[in-house]
């Protein structure tokens, strides 16, 4: 049962202004978060996790107005065990939905997307453990783990001094004073696509430590933390399916693999 003085847990549901999502339109849904996969919706698994979650206090869905009706059908059964559960508008901006789905709502917080299908109650359970001395937690699955679950698993990796690393959309903040992390994805995150969007959020000196791999992960952790006057942790889940949301058919094909893997050893 969830914990009425628990965290609140915040998922990301909104699609991206002015873009037509293709695994939604192949589907025949408004949103990618009522795609289904392995007989349930994109967001009725990460539903399912935090429901089992006992200090999870009370979740808040950022999605746009037109899918609230669609999604409060699916969340009446939650409802029905006691857990809260509620559908909030969100902007066009990650950062303006995240501080929107926060305002008002106790602490710790952790941060997810509706399409993270592959989302386990350990995960989230060591989010909030880190928490307890960090403000801000962040998960990044080690590249070897990730071509464990499939070659293509993942395209994009981090490159550090250690290792690479692909990022899980999983974040933990420890309290209002902790969201100015939230500014590093101000301009929608995409990192890898926009390296102008890194050295803006970063600043280029330790972009170009990063680019020349001179910074171990725990090194970056620490320089970010610096910069932002904040204690950032780097979690690294050995689950390597943690870094596997549901972005096109490639990764859905990849989290279907997972999820019926999962159910056969369970």
């Known amino acids: ?39 349930k919706p994109l967001i009725v698994h990460v539903l399912d996790v935090l429901a089992k979650l006992g200090r ?42 995240v501080l929107l789905a926060a305002q008002g709502q106790r602490e710790p917080f952790v941060i997810t997307t509706a399409d993270n299908v592959l989302l386990t109650e350990d995960m989230v359970e060591r989010v909030l453990d880190s928490l307890v001395e960090a403000d801000v937690a962040m998960n990044l699955a080690a590249k070897p783990s990730v071509q464990a679950v ?42 890898m696509k926009n390296p102008k969007r890194l050295i803006t959020a970063f600043g280029l000196f330790n972009i170009l430590l990063f680019r020349f791999k001179l910074l171990t992960l725990e090194g970056a952790a620490k320089r970010i933390s ?27 094909d990849v989290a279907e693999m997972v999820l019926k893997q999962r159910e056969a050893a369970n």
């Open 1 to 39: 049962m969830a914990d009425p003085n628990g965290c609140t847990v915040i998922v990301l549901a909104a699609q991206r202004a002015g873009v037509v999502n293709p695994l939604a339109q192949r589907a025949g849904v408004s949103h990618k978060c009522f795609v289904p996969i392995c007989g």
């Open 56 to 97: 999870v206090g009370q979740v808040r869905i950022s999605v746009e107005p037109e899918a609230h009706g669609e999604l409060e059908a699916l969340l009446a059964p939650y409802r029905a065990t006691g857990m809260t559960v509620d559908c909030i508008a969100s902007s066009t901006n990650i950062v303006e939905s």
């Open 150 to 191: 499939h070659p293509e698993a993942q395209r994009r990796f981090y490159e550090f001094r250690d290792e690479g690393y692909a990022n899980c959309n999983l974040y933990g903040i420890a309290g209002p004073h902790a969201f100015r992390a939230a500014e590093i994805f101000r301009e929608g995150g995409q990192f």
């Open 226 to 252: 610096r910069k932002f006057g904040l204690k950032f942790k780097a979690l690294v889940p050995a689950d390597g399916s943690q870094a596997v949301d549901v972005d096109n058919e490639r990764t859905y």
